[in-house]
């Protein structure tokens, strides 16, 4: 694994805990996590873990209620 994707693969699971866990807005969480552009975040994420920021976090809210 390359230091960028090691490097991506930490960003977007930090983002992916961020969205489970907290009530920080998308675009905080992508802040957080050192990405200023929220679309660009959102598409990172999205290829990332095939979902969407909004998706994951509304997945992820029903499993812990």
């Known amino acids: 694994m390359s ?3 090691y490097r991506n693969k930490i960003v977007m699971n930090a983002a992916a805990e961020l969205l489970s ?3 920080m ?8 996590v050192g990405i200023n552009d ?4 959102s598409r990172k994420f999205k290829k990332f ?13 029903e499993k812990h209620f």
Do not use: C, M, Q
């Not at 807005?25 to 957080?32: F, K, L, P, Q």
């Not at 873990?49 to 809210?61: D, E, V, W």
């Open 49 to 61: 873990h095939g979902i969407s920021p909004t998706a994951y976090r509304k997945n992820n809210s």
């Open 25 to 32: 807005s998308v675009g905080e969480i992508a802040e957080a």
């Open 21 to 23: 866990e907290g009530d």
């Open 38 to 41: 929220f679309l660009y975040f």
């Open 3 to 5: 230091p960028a994707s």
